[in-house]
């Protein structure tokens, strides 16, 4: 196998480091997401209970205790209590600009992977005809096993690249569905949260945590 990859040429080690890359955010990705998936279910449960009963500073506590992205979401609308329906959303909306590109890292680098390692096994194509043709303009084509060895590196390069390129664009669309249905899950946990707190018996139940302006007392008593 190593004396096949040898053959491939200079340009074998580029496509091979890019399979390494792509390898690693895969699993570094299906691990983050499996985890924020899990935990935020059970997460937007708790909160949702919290501010039915009214217990707005616990619930902004939990938020803070746990930091993820659909827990800073739903941060940035508690800390917002009291105020319009829109000023509560514009804040939802601004935090979640700043937190979706956190399920969405690295996947740029696997979609860039997946579109040069097969230009890079083309340039390996390239120069092994190079390589193929020179031989036939310096020893004819007496010697059929010298030019063999240009068109078998070109071959090789193309065969790898494509062999790269092919399960890192596979990985990519994976990933990205499963960002795309997070992301889904966050938007509706955040109509919910936005429902909750705009609701005017929530707010009656709560209207003594709170001063004339509507801003939140959230400092939580160490005994909570």
């Known amino acids: 196998m190593l004396e096949v990859f040898q053959k491939g040429g200079f340009l074998m080690y580029p496509i091979f480091i890019c399979s390494l890359i792509a390898l690693t955010i895969f699993f570094e990705r299906m691990f983050y997401l499996k985890s924020i998936k899990t935990k935020s279910k059970r997460f937007v449960v708790r909160i949702k209970d919290l501010i039915r009963k009214g217990n707005i500073e616990l619930a902004i506590s939990a938020c803070r205790k746990n930091p993820t992205p659909v827990s800073m979401i739903m941060l940035a609308g508690l800390m917002k209590y009291g105020k319009s329906r829109k000023e509560i959303k514009e ?40 390589k193929a043709f020179n031989v036939i303009a310096i020893m004819g084509v007496g010697k059929p096993e010298v030019l063999a060895g240009g068109i078998s590196e070109a071959l090789l390069t193309t065969a790898f690249g494509l062999s790269v390129a092919i399960p890192t ?32 018996d929530m ?18 008593s160490s005994s909570q």
């Open 203 to 220: 707010k009656e139940s709560t209207s003594k945590d709170f001063n004339r302006e509507g801003d939140i007392a959230y400092e939580v």
């Open 91 to 130: 804040a939802i909306e601004d935090s979640a600009s700043q937190e979706i590109p956190l399920l969405e890292k690295h996947l740029s680098t696997l979609s860039t992977i997946g579109n040069i390692t097969p230009l890079l096994g083309l340039l390996g194509t390239v120069f092994g005809m190079i």
């Open 169 to 200: 664009i596979v990985i990519y669309n994976y990933l990205s569905n499963r960002v795309d249905k997070l992301i889904r899950e966050m938007e509706i946990s955040c109509v919910d949260l936005l429902d909750l707190l705009t609701s005017h």
